[in-house]
């Protein structure tokens, strides 16, 4: 999926978008408790997904992607 959005197949972004936004919000919203902070720090790690040089390089998007969301927090 990955590779798919690095070439800029925005069906496979909202698919990663819909399959991950809800799991990042509660955990940020869980160690920030400010939902203002939560939204921020989602919208911060899904700008990094559209960096489409870094995609390709990425083995294991669950954590490499809640690393990003902890690393914000």
Do not use: W
């Not at 936004?21 to 920030?32: L, N, S």
């Not at 899904?46 to 914000?72: H, W």
């Amino acid at each position: 999926m990955l590779a798919r959005i690095a070439q800029g197949d925005q069906a496979s972004f909202r698919l990663f978008f819909d399959h991950y936004k809800e799991r990042f919000y509660k955990a940020v919203f869980k160690m920030t408790g400010s939902e203002f902070a939560a939204e921020e720090i989602v919208g911060e790690v899904f700008m990094l997904v559209c960096q489409k040089e870094l995609l390709p390089g990425i083995e294991n998007p669950d954590s490499s992607f809640f690393t990003a969301v902890y690393r914000k927090v």
